[in-house]
């Protein structure tokens, strides 16, 4: 028995075939995310990627001496993205991706009517222009029939209708929506009549993992698999890669990496307070029933390495031989104390911006590509570092293990460096499609498989870092004597010319 895992991310989106009851990794096809770039700005082309997923699909059913034995489809995405759908389920507008800020006046709007603290006792997130309730305003405000539309799904719920021809909405998206009472886990009445925003617009909610129903004819002719195949949602992608290696104790917290960087710790509780509001971590309903997750993430973390690459023209073998140059013995690197500010798409917490901007200290008249690499990945990892100590002084606890995953868990440079950064252990899990292994997972709970006692890692696929102490002493007084004076002026100032609350 086989159970599929789909996986829409910002980068690329995966279809990932896995075998019940090891979840061993089947076959994988992949393709890059389409997007449509609008002038300054950036959207999903939907069409695309729902044509990307039925090819996939039919590749996958190609391998199978019986589609019959696929049990069931899942699927899991990048939060705060979806997809605004008319009375005849056309997609009115465009998708704008989860990074998009175009909504900022939305906001705005909201806030004035709904102050920003109480927004975060009610959702556990912090306002911000990304999340969907702001998105819908803007298309609303901005696209011709929008006003009249008849529901809002976000990405995996999307592909997950386009399977099943069911509308649900998963509970840890729907923590992304910012119109989810976290506490009560329901759609708030409340917040969706300050924003004008019909409570119609939503679908019912259902757990990550729930079967929503099965493959429709219509599906089924496109991709060969069998209309007995069981459809549901797993829900966001970083919660799913948690559910991929076991991460289910208060003491562990999960580093996924990607496009963007954040760090997951699994809750038994929200945590909403004044500490919390100010530190703009976010609460949510984990894919895990039952459990709630506190959540952060770092808008630029491979996605600086993407621009890296960009600006200097490198292929993926010529950046590939600069990393492994930063591996090599280096005395002249020792004195360069250099770091990157990775705000290419705003800040992260514990001082969220989206005005904020990046910011490249150290260069000379010598520095090269390799220093300027040098520098960013040390940035990302302060950053890291900086949101980290957040966590451990909200929650009291210490994290003496960083448990990694996905593009920075291939890169053996780049995790030493996380190490001696960090002063802790860091283990990269070497699974292969982290995020899809999940939704697999969950889909198999969808079919009834108890995954909760599923060995999900071995030693075997485990690398583990130990901090360099040498390295440990230099790197912390870089990051109080450079990172953290540097932080701090460039947001004030970034303040005072914005005239913006962070």
């Not at 979806?82 to 939305?106: A, C, H, M, Y």
Request: charged residues 20%; contains cysteine.
């Amino acid at each position: 028995m086989y159970t599929i895992g789909i996986d829409v991310g910002t980068t690329n989106c995966k279809v990932c075939l896995f075998q019940i009851p090891t979840f061993e990794l089947v076959s994988q096809h992949s393709f890059k995310t389409p997007k449509i770039v609008d002038g300054d700005f950036t959207n999903f082309d939907m069409a695309a990627i729902w044509s990307g997923i039925v090819n996939a699909l039919q590749q996958v059913s190609q391998l199978l001496d019986s589609t019959e034995s696929v049990s069931a489809i899942a699927v899991a995405s990048v939060g705060e993205a979806g997809v605004l759908l008319d009375e005849n389920d056309s997609i009115i507008g465009p998708v704008l991706t989860w990074f998009d800020t175009r909504p900022k006046s939305q906001l705005a709007a909201i806030t004035a009517a709904l102050g920003y603290e109480d927004i975060y006792k009610i959702t556990g997130i912090p306002a911000h222009p990304n999340y969907s309730v702001n998105k819908i305003k803007w298309l609303q405000q901005n696209i011709p029939g929008a006003i009249n539309a008849c529901k809002w799904l976000c990405l995996a719920e999307y592909i997950a209708f386009k399977l099943s021809g069911v509308k649900r909405s998963e509970y840890s998206l729907a923590s992304r929506t910012m119109a989810l009472n976290v506490e009560h886990k329901m759609w708030d009445s409340q917040l969706m009549s300050k924003a004008e925003i019909p409570a119609t617009l939503f679908s019912p909610l259902v757990y990550a993992g729930t079967s929503i129903g099965q493959l429709t004819a219509e599906v089924c002719e496109l991709t060969g698999l069998s209309a007995i195949t069981q459809v549901a949602i797993a829900g966001h992608d970083h919660m799913c890669g948690a559910v991929a290696v076991g991460l289910t104790s208060e003491e562990q917290i999960l580093n996924s990496t990607g496009t963007t960087e954040g760090l997951l710790v699994v809750t038994e509780s929200i945590n909403t307070t004044r500490e919390f509001f100010q530190a703009r971590v976010s609460n949510g309903v984990h894919v895990q029933q039952g459990m709630h997750s506190l959540y952060a993430s770092l808008p630029s973390a491979g996605y600086a390495i993407e621009w890296f690459r960009n600006l200097f023209e490198l292929d993926m073998a010529a950046f590939l031989c600069l990393v492994d140059a930063l591996s090599e013995p280096d005395e002249t690197a020792t004195n360069l104390d250099g770091i990157f500010i990775p705000h290419l798409r705003g800040s992260g917490p514990p001082d969220r911006a989206t005005w904020s901007k990046a910011l490249i200290y150290g260069l000379d008249d010598q520095s090269r590509p390799k220093d300027i690499l040098r520098f960013i990945f040390q940035g990302l990892c302060f950053e890291l570092k900086n949101l980290l100590d957040t966590y451990q002084s909200l929650t009291g606890k210490p994290y003496p293990v960083v448990n990694v995953i996905g593009a920075a868990s291939k890169n053996p440079y780049w995790l030493q460096l996380k190490a001696s950064v960090l002063n802790r252990e860091v283990i990269a899990y070497n699974i292969e499609e982290a995020v899809s292994k999940g939704a697999a997972m969950l889909a198999a709970k969808a079919v009834g498989v108890d995954i909760s006692h599923v060995e999900v890692t071995s030693d075997e696929m485990l690398s583990r870092y130990q901090p360099v102490p040498q390295d440990v002493d230099r790197y912390q007084a870089l990051y109080t004597e450079v990172y953290q004076p540097l932080y701090g002026s460039k947001m004030l100032a970034e303040r005072r010319r914005y005239g913006e609350m962070a």
